[in-house]
């Protein structure tokens, strides 16, 4: 690991994501991270970083992350395998190669470290790096404790003390040079001895460490979700058991199912066998500075990465609801302003009380208004954002299909030449948004939702140019994020 927390050779994760996110997934992981061998499949994105571990877990679209422990092509059963057959060779598949669960788990071990205390690795990082003599190992001890403390008083009996100990480090290694041959008087033309001397001494160190990580005990459990020919042949307390049992024999781990220090979980289908050790006990999705949940927050993410919002932005969310979209623009931009409308005191104030929590008061702004009549001028606004309510958890009084016309009107009235609108609506509302953006000459009647409201635009929308659209999951309902470029003035 270097100075700063990151790591020297690359570590394999995976993550987790909503259907639709993955693509969002593989866009953050490749410009936060600087990942390399990125990949994804449906559900799930590959890749491997250097990146420290406090780095990886802001991951802002991912559900859940992962240790990568193996990755291997699905396990093909005959139609009359019996189960204790499948048991078997299931194990032989994922449990053959115990050198590299052993790896895994040392792994495992200091990134959890990392993350408990990430000042604690930074120091003995710099420790191992810098070991060519106790004098210098203390003088980046005592370096790396005074940044960490942030400037806490000067003692004098606190400077005696680590003057001291440099002075004993510094007599301990002209002792030692000395017993080598490395003194006053010493030939200095065989330098290589010493370096072979620091090299074995450093390996020797890091395989003590090494080897003590591999030998604490390890109480697990097994997590595993199946589908496919394999979930005919086994259930999932069947999948779960023999696992459990065939790493208990080969690695001498310890069963608990109620606290377990290491969780395995496993993914087993028709299209991959894979295994990972999670690295956080609650999802990434699960923001703390979020209190009361409107909008999943990574699609709220997703919908602020694509307003290519730059600082000194003006964003506006004339639905804010409780503001979830709002704040998780802000955690990612730090220099831009952001207004939030709502027409319901309820939503307001529990959008309040998120703000307090999140820290976000100062930079978010919130307006009682219709969003329909929006108190902004014309061309005043760099994004508009908004998911429209809709649903029993966002139940408002608004028709939707009727009113529709009117808010992409007052949206797009807002909205200067080159900023960005972003929606997020159903797909009937999604249907509709099509037909009202497109000029009737180019309209296929097959492609277009049909439906009970005719509406007609208050004013032409042709300013409006579509750029993309990405149908994510929601729960039980999917959603589609239109993203639009508004390219003329207002007539």
Known sequence: MSL??????????????????????????????????????AG?????????????????????IFLLVKHEPPLTLAAETNPASAASALKSRLLAETERWKTAVVTWRILQRELSDPHQKITATKEEV????????????????????????????????RRDELDDGRNKTKEGRENIGLGKDTDHSAPGRVVDRCTEES??????????????????????KCSGSLSRCLSVQEI??????????????????????????????????????PLTRLPLASRSYIRTTGLRSTVAWAMGSLAAIQPGCLV???MCGVGTVLIEAAQEHQDVQFLGVDI?????????????FAGSGNRIHLLKASSMALPLSSCSVDAVICDLPFGRKFSTKTAMMADLPLLLVEMERILR??????????????????????????????????????????????????????????????????KYLKTEPDL
Request: net charge neutral.
């Open 4 to 41: 700063n927390g990151d790591h020297t050779l690359p570590v394999r994760y995976f993550c987790t994501a909503g259907s639709g996110m993955e693509r969002f997934l593989v866009d953050e992981v490749k410009m936060k991270l600087e990942a390399e061998d990125v990949c994804q499949l």
């Open 44 to 64: 799930k994105v590959f890749f491997s970083s250097r990146a420290g571990i406090t780095r990886i877990v802001q991951l802002k679209s991912a559900e859940r």
């Open 130 to 161: 810098l070991s060519g003599g106790e004098a210098q190992r203390l003088e980046v001890r005592a370096g790396v404790e005074e940044r960490v403390r942030g400037g806490e008083g000067d003692e004098p009996e606190r400077k005696r003390r």
């Open 203 to 224: 390996s020797e160190r890091k395989g003590r460490a090494q080897t003590a990580l591999q030998s604490e005990e390890v109480s697990f459990r097994i997590s595993c």
């Open 240 to 277: 779960s058991r023999a696992l459990g049992c065939g790493l208990s024999r080969a690695l001498d781990w310890k069963v608990d199912l109620k606290k377990p220090q290491l969780e395995v979980s496993a993914y087993l289908s028709d299209d991959l066998c894979l295994l990972g050790f």
């Open 316 to 318: 506006v969310d004339p």
């Open 344 to 356: 319901d005191d309820g939503q307001l104030l529990k959008a309040s009380e998120n703000l307090a």
């Open 417 to 482: 030449v080159g900023g960005h609108l972003v929606v997020l609506l159903t797909p009937q509302l999604s249907c509709l948004l099509k037909k009202l953006l497109t000029p009737p000459s180019q309209l296929d009647p097959r492609g277009v939702c049909s439906s009970s409201v005719q509406p007609t635009p208050a004013a032409p929308l042709s300013r409006l140019e579509h750029q993309e659209t990405h149908r994510v999951s929601l729960g039980s309902i999917d959603g589609l994020i239109h």
